[in-house]
């Protein structure tokens, strides 16, 4: 299938907002001078053990779960190219879902880390507040909805074609 410019763009898109993420979860997670005060990929909104204020947030995860989000963004649209959608409908259904779920869960985080930040009256400038968590909550939802959008439309492209070709 040949690449249009439309879709050339949409994967350069998708490998920048790959590496952007990727980046950022590296960075964070290895430079000692950027690590960030959160347990990454354990998840949840667990308190300090002592009873302290350790203001702990998740920007970490949310930006590797943009990066991942973004690579499966890329990986669709790579998919696309090879024309391998065209004999795995319910994989793009199965990648719907998975986008539609991380929608879900990244509205979730997006209100509760804005919800923490505002109670716990953060700043918007500290580098390590819970404004930050929301910022890549709302880049992670950005990726699961593109995600959906090409996994819907290039669904509905392929299924009409199988629709035609069945007779």
Wanted: hydrophobic share 50%; with cysteine; aromatic share 18%.
């Amino acid at each position: 299938m040949a690449v249009s410019r439309a879709l050339a763009i949409r994967l350069a898109y998708a490998v920048v907002g790959a590496l952007m993420g990727f980046s950022v979860f590296f960075t964070w997670s290895l430079a000692p001078t950027f690590r960030q005060p959160a347990t990454a990929a354990a998840g949840g909104l667990s308190g300090d053990v002592t009873g302290a204020d350790n203001r702990q947030h998740y920007s970490r995860a949310a930006s590797a779960g943009s990066g991942v989000l973004a690579l499966w963004a890329l990986i669709t649209h790579v998919m696309y190219v090879q024309d391998y959608w065209r004999t795995w409908l319910k994989g793009l259904r199965f990648f719907l879902f998975i986008g539609i779920l991380f929608s879900a869960l990244s509205v979730v985080g997006f209100c509760t880390f804005l919800v923490l930040a505002i109670t716990k009256h953060q700043s918007l400038t500290d580098p390590r507040s819970y404004y930050l968590s929301c910022v890549w909550s709302f880049v992670s939802l950005k990726w699961a909805f593109l995600l959906s959008l090409y996994a819907y439309r290039y669904r509905n492209e392929f299924a009409d074609i199988s629709i035609l070709s069945d007779f």
